[in-house]
């Protein structure tokens, strides 16, 4: 399990912690059932806090993304696929209506910006690092 987190990418460690579980459950790295490492596995591993961890993990309880397995920990839920394929899909959505939006107020064409996501879209197809 690959995760990393960025002090200061302006989003709060615990939040890039839930969002790349999300993540790896919607791209089906970490499937329904599995069980996701200890809070002190994960703060070991991105060197944090284990109390960050702990607010990740119950933010994720509350989403319906992990659940409880008594004695061993913390697993995906049944519903959790589908329920993080919607959210990467609406977070990702949101992204890039924003770019489109400083594409367009920059004076950019609807063309221009079809040919600018084409020209990114060529670029980082062959140069994609995805786990």
Known sequence: MLFHVDPGNGHPIY?????????????????????V?????MAQ????????VARAYRDLQVD???EPLRG????????APDRCRLQRRQLLG???K????????????PDE?????????????SSETLP
């Open 72 to 79: 061993e920990g913390l697993r995906v839920t049944r519903e």
């Open 64 to 66: 319906g993304v992990l």
């Open 98 to 109: 924003a770019a489109i939006l400083e594409c367009r107020r920059g004076g950019l064409s």
């Open 113 to 125: 910006v079809r040919d600018l996501i084409n020209h990114v879209l060529a670029e980082t197809a």
């Open 45 to 52: 591993h991105l060197a944090v806090n284990p109390n960050t």
């Open 37 to 41: 490492p200890s809070v002190r596995e």
């Open 94 to 96: 949101d992204r890039l």
């Open 15 to 35: 939040d890039q912690i839930a969002r790349q579980l999300k993540f790896a459950v919607a791209s089906q790295a970490i499937r329904a059932g599995d069980l």
